[in-house]
């Protein structure tokens, strides 16, 4: 073999046919070949034992082929995939023959962005084949010969006009506050003939409107085959809820470069104190595990949200007994309403109204992976003109909610009453202060879980027809508890806006208290005077 004389070997070679394709493309699968018609030696002879030899340099395999297929990589594994990527980038940058290739470490902070970089810089400087061509500054290294340059991006300002991006890797993907930098990046590289675009990260803490859960979906979608995407190669390293987060089966599924980055013996440290303490299981399973975990200050279950989430018809809801709560919040963010219809039998119909200034819309909309402009051209938040809330808008909407309800009482903030309030209490308004503090909160907010972990789809009992902008909010809450046990919404913890659920909490609490006027004998009609 290779010249020189071995004794009696096999050969043996692995050769994939059309009809057992080994890939997802439909471009290399046509270009296998059809099955042999007469018999080999495969259908006769089978591999019955493999022994492990000692371990030999094994070159990288690559996909050779003038499209250079794939434009955008997404990878998710738990740790140490930074280093990783920025082996792709220096490739990208001097060995890739693109003349003036742009290549970026994009992150959502430049202390990030540099975990990708320096080490690219350590190799750029160190390495005789690497380093005679090229000129490394502060925050970028410029191979000279080609006139390419990697350097770092953590905001939108970092990239030249008409950027034009021939590589990018995009870290932490789900520190990434908004999705405006990504798609810059992205966008960027309409221009070239083969870029190439890595996405790594590991997992988030489960929000539903980040820019990470909108790619994590898609990749899994395109993963499973129900989307077709021929340019993109993802993969997920993750347990799935089945798994057993102990097994060492599990911690190899989810970790590729298991027993040599990170170690055997740190894993099973990692596992051994998220066993013995509940606090850093959250942790354990979404760093290690690439687990999608709600953060510990998560209050409300998002499934059993959405279990009760049932149909509400407003025009149905007409003249019956009616229970608000009003946030006015500050005057440049959102305000909400929202009205709770008890019906008698233990459930509640429920029914928001959202306010945002024109110019929080911007801001609303980053937060939301762009939903917030959705929701609004759907009537689910009502935009008033200017960088303030104008209150006249609220004022007229409850006027109108006072008409076509049974409005028994709505709960406000004292601390942050203003005239609005004054002028609804003119307008017939039956407005009652409520404090934001543990003793009025926590009963009501500790209600607020049980109806939605008692209702279900054949009985719910917190009906709010699935409106997502409330939806959002529910995955934002959190709260903060005292010595006691004692609740209340927190929106310090929270992960953004909780004003309309703060809102229905305050509802719940009026519904759960009110008390009729006491009815006057001299108000029955049918006294009579002698």
């Not at 719910?460 to 027809?465: A, E, N, T, V, Y």
């Amino acid at each position: 073999m290779d010249g020189r004389d071995c004794g009696p070997r096999w050969r043996v070679t692995w050769t994939a046919r059309r009809d057992r394709s080994p890939f997802r493309l439909n471009r290399k699968t046509r270009l296998l070949r059809a099955a042999p018609k007469r018999t080999t030696r495969a259908s006769t002879c089978a591999v019955v034992a493999v022994e492990p030899v000692d371990s030999v340099l094994t070159r990288c395999i690559a996909v050779e082929h003038p499209s250079r297929q794939f434009l955008v990589g997404e990878g998710l594994i738990p740790t140490h995939n930074t280093t990783l990527a920025g082996g792709i980038a220096t490739y990208l940058t001097a060995a890739d023959a693109e003349a003036g290739a742009q290549v970026y470490a994009v992150a959502s902070g430049r202390d990030q962005a540099r975990y990708c970089f320096d080490p690219v810089k350590q190799i750029a400087e160190k390495s005789p084949s690497l380093s005679p061509y090229v000129k490394t500054l502060s925050n970028r290294i410029i191979h000279e010969p080609s006139g390419s340059f990697f350097a770092v991006v953590s905001k939108l300002a970092d990239l030249l006009h008409g950027a034009n991006i021939h590589g990018a890797v995009v870290d932490e993907l789900h520190i990434h506050r908004s999705p405006d930098l990504v798609d810059a990046v992205e966008t960027g590289t309409g221009s070239r003939t083969q870029p190439l675009v890595v996405i790594i990260t590991t997992a988030d803490d489960g929000r539903i409107t980040t820019i990470y859960a909108r790619r994590r979906d898609y990749v899994e979608k395109v993963a499973r085959g129900s989307l077709s995407d021929p340019s993109l190669y993802g993969v997920v390293w993750a347990a799935s809820e089945a798994d057993d987060p102990y097994d060492e089966a599990t911690i190899r599924k989810a970790n590729p470069g298991y027993g040599i980055s990170p170690s055997r013996d740190y894993l099973a440290e990692a596992a051994n104190e998220a066993r013995n303490s509940p606090a850093d299981l959250a942790k354990y399973l979404r760093l290690h595990l690439g687990v999608r975990v709600k953060g510990e200050n998560k209050f409300l279950d998002l499934p059993a949200w959405d279990r009760n989430a049932s149909l509400v018809d407003e025009r149905a809801l007409a003249g019956r007994s009616a229970y608000g709560g009003l946030d006015l919040a500050s005057t440049s963010d959102l305000c909400a309403l929202c009205w709770v219809f008890p019906d008698g039998t233990g459930g509640h119909d429920l029914l928001w109204r959202l306010w945002a200034p024109e110019g929080a819309m911007n801001r609303l909309a980053t937060t939301t992976a762009g939903q917030a402009q959705v929701w609004a051209r759907r009537g689910l938040i009502q935009v008033t003109p200017g960088d303030v809330a104008d209150y006249d808008y609220i004022r007229e909407q409850i006027k109108t909610d006072l008409d076509a309800f049974a409005v028994r009482e709505i709960a406000y903030d004292p601390w942050n009453s203003s005239q609005l309030v004054t002028d609804l209490v003119s307008d017939g308004a039956p407005m009652v202060k409520q404090r934001q503090g543990f003793a009025s909160m926590s009963a009501p907010t500790k209600e607020l879980q049980r109806l939605m972990l008692a209702g279900s789809e054949d009985n719910p009992l917190l009906r709010h027809g699935g409106n997502p902008a409330a939806r959002w909010q529910v995955d934002n809450f959190a709260v903060e508890m005292d010595p006691a046990g004692n609740v209340k919404p927190s929106k310090r913890n929270s992960a953004d806006k909780i004003d309309g659920i703060v809102a229905l909490i305050m509802a719940l609490d009026r519904a759960a208290h009110y008390v009729p006027p006491r009815r006057s004998a001299y108000d029955d009609g049918d006294l009579e005077v002698v």
